[in-house]
């Protein structure tokens, strides 16, 4: 068997296998991941309310034209990744099955020992998120990591492998 560390979809990944393929997975460790719906805040897409077009239209009313630039930059920037924006329609359909796929059900089938670590300031995978993880993974411990955002294993990386180094010398 394996030690399994998955971070935000890699965590998504992780799930899945110790719940699907136990027999590879000794240790689990979980940072910031993906995988619980979101039921308390209902996310709104932004691109879904406001086509490009439209936000265009409004942003060059509104907007000095080297802010419009600036402006629509960001919102291309924020509002997709490039591996959604380059993907083919059925591969995009696909990406959006698997990451509003809801793994809730399958936690409580993890048996490995896991650690789940979380970014206190996440908005990508919020804390409450690392919290209903904890709770649906019997015996599992979790650790929030003070002023750490999403990327806690690389902004908070001596904290992080504090955590992390013991936990799998552990088993």
Same mark, same amino acid.
Do not use: C
């Given at each position: 068997?394996?030690?399994? @560390?998955?971070?935000?979809?890699?965590?998504?990944?992780?799930?899945?296998?110790?719940?699907?393929?136990?027999?590879?997975?000794?240790?689990?460790?979980?940072?910031?991941?993906?995988?619980?719906?979101?039921?308390?805040?209902?996310? #709104?897409?932004?691109?879904?309310?406001?086509?490009?077009?439209?936000?265009?239209?409004?942003?060059? @009313?509104?907007?000095?034209?080297?802010?419009?630039?600036?402006?629509?930059?960001?919102?291309?920037?924020?509002?997709?990744?490039?591996?959604?924006?380059?993907?083919?329609?059925?591969?995009?359909?696909?990406? *959006?099955?698997?990451?509003?796929?809801?793994?809730?059900?399958?936690?409580? *089938? @993890?048996?490995?020992?896991?650690?789940? #670590?979380?970014?206190?300031?996440?908005?990508?995978?919020?804390?409450?998120?690392?919290? *209903?993880?904890? *709770?649906?993974?019997?015996?599992?411990?979790?650790?929030?990591?003070?002023?750490?955002?999403?990327?806690?294993?690389?902004?908070?990386?001596?904290?992080?492998?504090?955590?992390? @180094?013991?936990?799998?010398?552990?088993?």
């Amino acid at each position: 068997p394996y030690n399994f @560390i998955g971070h935000s979809f890699g965590g998504r990944i992780s799930i899945y296998i110790a719940t699907q393929k136990p027999e590879l997975v000794n240790m689990l460790v979980l940072t910031n991941a993906a995988g619980v719906a979101d039921r308390k805040e209902p996310k #709104i897409e932004l691109s879904k309310l406001l086509s490009i077009k439209k936000v265009k239209s409004v942003l060059k @009313i509104l907007m000095p034209e080297w802010a419009y630039g600036f402006l629509i930059g960001v919102y291309i920037r924020v509002m997709g990744s490039t591996d959604y924006k380059s993907a083919t329609p059925v591969m995009r359909k696909t990406l *959006k099955k698997v990451v509003n796929l809801d793994l809730t059900p399958l936690l409580p *089938k @993890i048996n490995t020992p896991t650690l789940i #670590i979380w970014g206190e300031h996440d908005t990508i995978t919020p804390l409450y998120e690392g919290e *209903k993880m904890h *709770k649906g993974i019997k015996n599992s411990k979790f650790v929030v990591v003070k002023g750490a955002r999403h990327n806690t294993h690389i902004t908070h990386s001596k904290e992080w492998q504090s955590k992390v @180094i013991p936990f799998l010398k552990s088993g």
